[in-house]
């Protein structure tokens, strides 16, 4: 709860008292609880929403946590893997949709982040010149 209400303190205070570009990590896997944010906090009609999807291949993160040396003592379960965690989350992705955003990027096993880092350059300018 003390991390929603930070996570929320924060949003609040940069929303209303700046004008920066805001760059969210959201893990959030599920489409309800990810458009509750985005219509809470960001506004289509305030807002313009650039998503970069991860679109990660299972063998990748298969292969990313086999080499982690991040303990599981974060877990509730201590005993839970994080090959357990991975699991059971990717059969419930809602991977986003094109009109979830202004600008749906992906993110795979062939991008190039120079180019892709260009791109999100290259919007924002286009949308602060508006």
Do not use: W
Request: glycine content about 0%; hydrophobic content about 40%.
């Amino acid at each position: 709860m003390l991390k929603f209400m930070l996570s929320e303190t924060l949003l609040r205070y940069a929303i209303e008292k700046t004008a920066y570009h805001l760059i969210l990590c959201n893990s959030n896997i599920y489409l309800a609880p990810r458009q509750q944010l985005l219509e809470r906090f960001f506004p289509s009609e305030q807002f313009v929403r650039v998503f970069v999807y991860f679109d990660v291949p299972e063998a990748t993160l298969l292969a990313r946590i086999e080499q982690t040396l991040r303990d599981t003592k974060l877990f509730r379960d201590p005993n839970f893997t994080y090959e357990e965690l991975l699991q059971s989350q990717l059969p419930q992705i809602d991977p986003p949709f094109s009109d979830e955003a202004d600008y749906l990027l992906t993110v795979n096993g062939m991008t190039n982040f120079k180019q892709l880092i260009e791109e999100i350059n290259e919007i924002i300018q286009k949308e602060c010149s508006l």
